[in-house]
């Protein structure tokens, strides 16, 4: 039986705007033979268009909901938000990147590419309802972000990132092939919902049971940088581009965050008992390491990369209380979708200014180089002042929201103990935050520099900064989106 | 039980007086000229002040409910509403604020020459936050005002202080953050305790259990008791005050340390009342020590500012001391007192600006005999010193002396401790007096030293009223207070008449 064109395009529906993100991804190669060199920005809106519409056409499937392809694929608001998210990283992504690949002299085509195949890799990570889409996704991502950490070829730190990166993630992923291979070989089935089923009438004192578990929850730990599985994380962030460290500080993280939840709040429900306390023990150590090690360093790129560590303990410990109760399923998981759509804009802001002061000749990382920033342009300083208060989590700032309910969830678990870990470890951030404000606004700049300035660079900013006040303002609506998204998951 | 009472004027009158500051400091965004950045500035602080007189009109005082009530639904999700209100408690210290911050934009008119319009915009927002909290009636709302609070103080120390500025704004910054986020924690608690809601008037009629009121209690001490500041959490204030612009130390000792007692008086009395009468021994301990530690201090202190500091820590010993002696003389006076305070050491701190100006000197040692050459300072700095030290015809008198009344029915050896501090309090002000103003000019600086000018006296001028207007006709304030004060102490005692058996309540209701 033979089926029309029509039909197939048709049963493609639910995995359209993955097939957008692909498409673009691969006629990127094919436009970069066209492009010279001084013109590659061209590429980067190319994909940028590609990014918006794949999110227009998201929101169109919003109505849409069920299982795809032998429930390997979800359609589901779960997904969906997720998958915004990851648009919102990776359009940002594209914007800071042109001036800057720019100036390192590697703009290249495949860097839009290797971008897109990122994003896709993500975008069935969030819509897997099956360990093998899961993994794929996974990888298709992973592979693409070890090429950009190691873009700039001629540069040894970036290429130690890359290497680094990679072998490290290949570690991780043996790791949950592991896992997930003990999983089937009990529950005969690699499907999610086939496992939950296998699950609830499993005997749970069964040691591979927990065995697998644990496996799953070390090598996501490992993509979402939690500690203490967070040894590549530092040095990274640091020898990576830095418009590939942006990047990699919000896409890979949320999209670790999405499987931590489908596999955890869903699939491994009823597990619950155990992975809720290990996960809780994990956020206090990610939260400890991060703002901790963040105290001491001299180099932006790490202290963000430390920062990167310390906030995914925040969402982890709003997936301990998601997972702690059954009662807190709905706002803890909420509350982890919340966290991780604000980190990621005011991370990437973050970046964005970090981006802007790059120096020909020097790479303008250390942080005293933000010496008199708030003298010699007011208005990068004043944007990083909104994103550092952000990320530190004071009000009126969108970090503070996002922190208020990761909080609030851990309390109505019963988890006041973590709440309180939480904040305390939240104030300490306020240290290596401060910091940063200190040195732009309290002490004279050490000599005149222009910093980069392009035209998609400001509308980065000016999104990330506007995403970042608004929802600190006003959260009613995204909080009600996070909510009803995770109807999908349960 | 207190209402909210809407508000009946026909205009939004409290979100008026949060919002004007804040236009104020995004209109002056767009300023380039610093000049031009002053008089807006100063401009929108007295259309702020000039609301204040329809709220101070309008105020019904014999009423203890909260009046000009504003609730809309914010996130709607978590039950949290932009809910405000003002009552006889709250009143007085918005129009406090808004007179505090008018006088701190004067003083700065030429002592900040470096990023007028930063310093303006700093200022401004930190009025908008500073009236938030008073008037706050939802906690969430109230802990966003409380934590914003924190930014611009953070930058007006940072950028604008003096030379160990940064060690102090980072101090104060980590001080505050860390008592306010444990005080976040309890927040969330007492939400969940309470059936999922923030706001603070069902709060205060809902009864929580025992144990859970003293953990609650202790989380908002935590946050409170750094920002009053009380022995022993009190580091961060000398060193705060200190390095801070003169407009800052104003806001500081006049507005933002009384916000850690109206937050004791607001949330921690009504809400765990049995767990304030636990600690009451602890605190009221705490205060007569501070009492006692800050006069002690203060005797010590070379530096003009800092002997002004501790002389704070002292004072808001007295009131923590009326606060928790949980009658209406103590809470009363203590509320008064903090009134007093705001104006007294508002004005000492405008008087070290104003010299410190001239001069660039904070030792105290640098000055002497000063009184001959700039006799209208000198009248003002005699004014204001008899005003805290308490001497009757001034406001400090009449605080000091309820608040040693309400002390004495708690406890008498309380009342005794503390009326040594006010002697000890007399005498580091007068020897701070006696070395600054009278004997010969030691410092050849200061012989030409120039008197008060026009703003500047304009500037005292308020203060100098209040002192006396409060130290001869204290129902003024008493008259706005009292309904609200009493209503509180008769809230906290019947919240903890627990009975101790079934049967006793019974019979009680029974006997009724």
């Known amino acids: 039986m033979s089926i029309t064109l029509q039909a197939f395009i048709k049963q493609l529906l639910p995995i359209y705007p993955e097939f957008v993100v692909l498409v673009m991804a691969l006629t990127v190669l094919l436009l970069d033979l066209f492009v010279d060199r001084q013109h590659k920005a061209i590429l980067g809106w190319y994909s940028f268009t590609g990014i918006a519409i794949a999110a227009y056409m998201t929101v169109k499937l919003m109505g849409v909901r069920g299982a795809f392809f032998d429930g390997t694929i979800l359609l589901d608001p779960f997904a969906s938000f997720f998958k915004l998210v990851f648009f919102l990283s990776c359009g940002l992504g594209i914007l800071v990147s042109m001036k800057y690949l720019d100036i390192e002299d590697i703009h290249r085509g495949e860097y839009y590419s290797l971008m897109l195949f990122a994003t896709s890799g993500m975008m069935l990570m969030a819509a897997a309802g099956d360990l093998i889409v899961l993994y794929l996704g996974l990888e298709l991502m992973a592979l693409s972000i070890y090429v950009l950490a190691g873009f700039m070829r001629r540069d040894s730190r970036s290429n130690e990132a890359g290497i680094k990166y990679l072998l490290l993630g290949a570690f991780s992923s043996a790791i949950m092939l592991y ?60 020898g990576a581009p830095t418009s590939v460290t942006a990047f990699m500080s919000a896409g890979p993280k949320v999209a670790g965050f999405a499987v931590l939840l489908r596999v955890f709040v869903h699939a491994l429900e009823p597990v619950q008992s155990h992975s ?175 910093p980069l300035q392009s035209p998609a660079l400001a509308l980065a900013l000016a999104v990330a900064a506007t995403a970042v006040i608004v929802i600190g303002v006003r959260p009613a609506e995204v909080l009600e989106f996070a909510r009803a998204s995770v109807a999908g998951l349960l | 039980m207190l209402e909210l009472i809407p508000n009946q004027l026909g205009y939004p009158l409290l979100s008026l007086l949060i919002f004007v500051p804040a236009a104020g400091a995004v209109v002056l965004l767009a300023v380039r000229n610093a000049n031009a950045a002053r008089w807006i500035a100063l401009l929108f602080s007295l259309v702020e002040l000039g609301l204040c007189i329809p709220l101070l009109t309008n105020f019904d005082g014999s009423l203890p409910h909260m009046q000009f009530g504003e609730s809309i639904p914010w996130i709607s999700a978590w039950n949290i509403n932009y809910r405000v209100g003002v009552d006889g408690i709250s009143v007085l210290f918005v129009a406090l604020s808004a007179l505090l911050t008018t006088i701190s934009i004067m003083v700065s008119w030429t002592a900040i020459q470096d990023r007028v319009r930063e310093f303006m915009v700093a200022m401004l927002f930190l009025e908008a936050a500073m009236i938030g909290v008073f008037m706050a009636l939802d906690l969430f709302l109230f802990y966003i005002f409380w934590e914003a609070m ?71 001490f935590a946050a409170f008791a750094v920002k009053v500041p009380m022995f022993p959490f009190h580091t961060w204030l000398p060193d705060a005050h200190v390095e801070a612009p003169t407009a800052g130390s104003i806001i500081l000792a006049g507005i933002l340390i009384k916000m850690g007692a109206y937050g004791f008086v607001r949330f921690s009395l009504p809400f765990f009342p049995n767990a304030a009468l636990f600690f009451t021994p602890a605190i009221m301990a705490l205060s007569v020590v501070a009492i006692i530690y800050g006069a002690y201090m203060a005797f010590a202190q070379s530096d003009f500012k800092k002997l002004i500091a501790y002389s704070s820590v002292s004072h808001m010993g007295f009131v923590t001391l009326g606060l928790f002696a949980l009658n209406s003389q103590g809470l009363e006076g203590g509320l008064l007192q ?44 005699m004014i204001i010193t008899l005003s805290s030290i308490g001497l009757p015809g001034t406001n400090g008198f009449i605080g000091e002396f309820t608040i040693i009344l309400g002390a004495f029915q708690m406890k008498a050896v309380y009342a005794v401790i503390a009326s040594l501090g006010i002697i000890l309090g007399a005498g580091y002000m007068l020897w701070l007096y006696q070395r600054v103003a009278f004997g010969t000019v030691t410092n050849p600086h200061n012989e030409h030293l120039a008197d008060m000018n026009l703003r500047e006296i304009a500037a005292a001028l308020p203060l100098v009223a209040l002192v006396f207007v409060i130290g001869i006709y204290p129902n003024a304030a008493f008259q706005v207070m009292h309904a609200s004060a009493d209503n509180l102490i008769k809230l906290v005692h019947a919240k903890t008449q627990v009975l101790p058996s079934a049967t006793q309540a019974i019979s009680a209701l029974a006997g009724n």
């Open chain 1, 179 to 238: 896992g997930m291979s003990l999983l089937y070989g009990m529950a005969g089935t690699t499907n999610l919902n086939g496992i939950l089923v296998f699950l609830r009438g499993a005997d749970l004192t069964n040691p591979v049971i927990f065995l697998a578990m644990v496996m799953l929850i070390v090598s996501f730990g490992f993509k979402v940088a939690a500690a203490p599985f967070h040894m590549w994380v530092p040095d990274v962030y640091e």
């Open chain 1, 276 to 450: 809720s306390d290990i996960l809780a023990g994990l956020a206090v150590l990610t939260m400890a390491v991060g703002n901790v090690l963040a105290l001491s360093q001299s180099n932006i790129k790490r202290m963000l990369a430390y920062s990167s560590i310390a906030h995914a303990g925040y969402a982890l410990v709003g997936l301990a209380a998601a997972t702690a109760q059954k009662s807190v399923v709905v706002d803890g998981a909420a509350s982890v979708m919340l966290y991780v759509l604000i980190y990621a804009v005011m991370n990437m802001g973050a970046f964005a200014v970090v981006i802007m002061l790059r120096k020909a000749g020097a790479r303008g990382e250390e942080i005293s180089d933000f010496a008199g920033l708030g003298k010699t342009n007011k208005a990068a300083a004043f944007l990083m002042l909104i994103f550092l208060f952000s990320l530190t989590g004071i009000p009126p700032m969108a970090g503070f929201v996002g922190k208020f309910y990761i909080f609030k969830s851990a309390v109505q678990a019963g988890m006041v103990w973590l709440a309180v870990v939480g904040v305390i470890f939240s104030a300490i951030s306020a240290y290596f935050y401060l910091r940063v404000i200190m040195l732009m606004y309290m002490y004279d700049p050490k000599e005149e520099f222009r």
């Open chain 2, 150 to 220: 924190l930014i611009p103080m953070y930058l007006l120390i940072g950028v604008w202080g003096g030379p160990n500025r940064l060690y102090a704004a980072v101090k104060f910054f980590l001080y505050t953050l860390v008592g306010s986020v444990l005080m976040l924690v309890a927040i969330l608690a007492v939400y969940f305790q309470a059936g999922g809601t923030f706001d603070v008037l069902a709060l205060m009629n809902h009864k929580f259990d025992h144990t859970f009121q003293l953990w609650a209690f202790a989380a908002f």
């Open chain 2, 338 to 381: 903090m009134i007093n305070h705001g104006v007294s050491t508002g004005a000492l701190f405008l008087a070290v600006g104003v010299i410190y100006e001239r001069t660039h000197t904070r030792v105290i040692a640098d000055y002497g005999g000063i009184a001959a050459k700039v006799p209208i300072y000198a009248a003002f700095l």
